[in-house]
């Protein structure tokens, strides 16, 4: 063999070995940029910048390039906190879907944001690339609980996976309510909130869509009444319902999923058309100065004492007869809706009356200074580490 073929060989090696290189380098370096901005405290946004500043393009893609790399940052931080990460594909692919959309933002420059249709075109593939995330994340748990051997819904690792889920998910809703303030920006839509958001016409609204897919999937329909009350206890007439600053989007998500289950569990139930007549599913409209509240009550002999809390539980499914045409996701609807409710400030409470149904209290706060996203904070570092990765940006 030539000197001159011996050669190239060896500058073959040679490029091989730096390209390796190159690629801890660049990992240990994006590592301690994710350090960085985990490190950093998230800021919450309330309702009333909504409805100002972040009404405008410019301002809200300033925002987003400086608050979304924090809270991709800390969920990526919650995923390597999970020993076994790297060994549950679906819970690598989430890790890496983040971890994309965190370059994506941080590296963003001024030019870059400043121009509308650029930066909308990356938001738009950041979502369409996020879509997936929900279903590998509710693979990656039932993989890890199996791993763990957790049998339990209340063992200690089952708790931490619901921690781990309902934190990740919560700050997951409020990067999407503010991609999706964006992009309602650049559109004919200037807003995702509606100052005079009609609780009344929601409920409306998911009652026909609960209603239509019951006729097209099972046949049949049970009685829905909705109605809305004023606050001297008279019933509200059009005009006089409850009306509030609040994004119709996550109400319509909540009062929808809390229907579906409640139209699932009467018409399992009931037998005959007479039996369904003889279990309506009301819902009541109401408010104060304070909050708006919404009470969804059926007659489906209430939840089983035996299931209690589990169904807060991203590890359970509640009807393993669930029907065809009602399910509007991957069986964690209650949790999911939970977390919608406290996005803003809200909550969502069950009471189950045994033998009887089922109350549903959707609580939600009306005043616009109380209507602040709420986005966990929660991933404690050692603060050595943290330093000594950080450092590694200015080497």
Known sequence: MSLTVRHGLMLGTWWKISAREFSTVRQETLAAKVAKYAAKRPNPVNIQSWMSEFGQ??????????????????????????????????????HDIQLNAFETFSQQQRTQWEDASQFKAMVEDVQLEDRRTKFLLMQAAQKLRAQRQSDSFTDPFSLELNKFLDDFLLSRLGCNMLMGQYLACTTSRSSIVNPQCDAFEICQKAADEVKRRCRNSQGRVPLLNVRAFTMSGQMATEGHVPRFSYIPGILMHVVRELLKNSCQASLELAKSEAELEDMPIDV??????????????????????HVGSKIWSYLYSGSPTAMTGLSFGYGIGLPLSRLHARYLGGSLDLVSLPGYGV?????????????????????????????????????
């Open 57 to 94: 393009p410019k301002q809200l893609a300033e925002f987003l390039c400086h608050e979304m790399p924090i809270r991709y940052a800390e969920r990526i931080r919650c995923i390597e906190t999970i020993s076994e990460w790297r060994h549950v594909e679906e819970l690598a692919a989430v």
């Open 284 to 305: 009541i409209v109401c408010a104060d100065k304070q909050h708006v509240v919404i009470r969804i009550t059926d007659c489906a002999r209430g939840i089983p004492r």
């Open 359 to 395: 109350d549903a209290y959707l609580s939600l706060p009306r005043v616009e200074t109380d209507l602040v996203e709420t986005i966990p904070d929660n991933v404690e570092q050692d603060a050595t580490e943290v330093s000594q990765q950080i450092n590694l940006l200015t080497l």
